[in-house]
């Protein structure tokens, strides 16, 4: 489905928690790696959020230190999916 069918209002954070787990559980099969080491929230930390929440961190987030490291998250790369297939599982973090 391309992004722009999605409506004028997408949450790319809901997106991305939406759509992670079904392109890691893709990958690891393709490439034969065990993900049961791999938590979305730990990436996309709003994935664990009530929507309330969310909006109330971001609204707060200009202000609050506290609210930009919730909604924050970490990076995946390539690397990591790259050194997660040599050993053939996923270690988080």
Known sequence: MPLLALGPFVNLSDFVA???PAHMHAW?????VD????DVAYYVPSANMRKRDVVLAALKSPFSTKARESLGGRVLTLAMLEDA??????EQG
């Open 18 to 20: 939406t759509l992670l």
């Open 28 to 32: 690891a099969e393709r490439f034969n």
């Open 35 to 38: 993900i049961s080491g791999f």
């Open 85 to 90: 297939m040599k050993r053939g599982r996923w």
